[in-house]
């Protein structure tokens, strides 16, 4: 079964230290994946997504993210969070016409 | 970038009445639109899946005879929860895929459905 795994419900960071957001996959076929994120009171904003290209993907607000097959990762990193990043993040499969969301990690952003 | 609006943004109905969602593309054609639920503090579960000019395709557990979608034009899908109750309060968020953009899906603001 295609599925994907967030680790840490909750992911607190001081201002200005790294962001590492854990998220594993597991599929039967080459995934499609994507980072997305939901601010307070907000819809969800697409940060960047994985469609077998370049495994070292690029995205807004200084996001990236790395797509390792040998590990079946494809963890959200930012060299240096700032306090708008506060928000709840996502990693997203998709397969077979759908997509499948992780169970989200609140990204905490400490002054 | 693709907009997508949902209307309304709160609602909240008595026990046993139906109310409507509206989900709009904006500035294009939507020949796939998806209907997610979302939990307070949970993530968003596909409820289903719906083709401009078809029936929507239901997720397992969802039933269909409830929570009724219609997709009768490229730029609007409505999700209508009949007899809703308690139960059926949370957050629906819509999401539409271009037809030229497989892997993409642009989302609502939601709309958040209380159920007194």
């Known amino acids: 079964a295609q599925s994907v795994t967030q680790l840490g419900s909750h992911v607190s960071v001081s201002e200005g230290a790294l962001v590492l957001l854990r998220c594993n996959y597991s599929?039967?076929?080459?995934?499609?994946l994507f980072w997305y994120v939901q601010y307070p009171n907000q819809g969800l904003q697409l940060l960047l997504k994985?469609?077998?290209?370049?495994?070292l993907v690029k995205g807004i607000n200084g996001f990236e993210a790395e797509f390792k097959k040998s590990e079946t990762s494809f963890h959200l990193t930012k060299p240096s969070a700032h306090m708008s990043d506060a928000a709840e993040y996502f990693c997203?499969?998709?397969?077979?016409?759908?997509?499948?969301f992780g169970s989200g990690t609140k990204l905490n952003v400490k002054p | 970038g693709a907009v997508v609006s949902q209307h309304p943004s709160r609602v909240i109905c008595k026990s046993g009445t139906s109310v409507k969602i509206e989900c709009r593309s904006l500035?294009?054609?939507?020949?796939?639109m998806f209907w997610y639920r979302q939990f307070p503090k949970q993530s968003l579960m596909l409820m289903a899946t719906?083709?401009?000019?078809?029936?929507?395709?239901?997720e397992q557990g969802v039933e269909k005879d409830k929570f009724l979608i219609n997709h009768a034009s490229l730029t609007l899908s409505t999700l209508t929860v009949t007899s809703a109750h308690p139960e059926d309060s949370s957050f629906y968020i819509c999401?539409?895929?271009?037809?030229?953009?497989?892997?993409?899906?642009?989302f609502g603001p939601g709309t958040r459905l209380t159920v007194t």
């Open positions: 999401s539409a895929r271009e037809p030229t953009a497989t892997y993409e899906q642009y």
């Open positions: 599929s039967s076929v080459p995934p499609y």
């Open positions: 994985y469609t077998s290209a370049a495994t």
């Open positions: 997203v499969f998709y397969n077979f016409n759908k997509f499948y």
């Open positions: 500035d294009f054609q939507a020949t796939t």
């Open positions: 719906s083709n401009e000019g078809s029936k929507a395709t239901y």
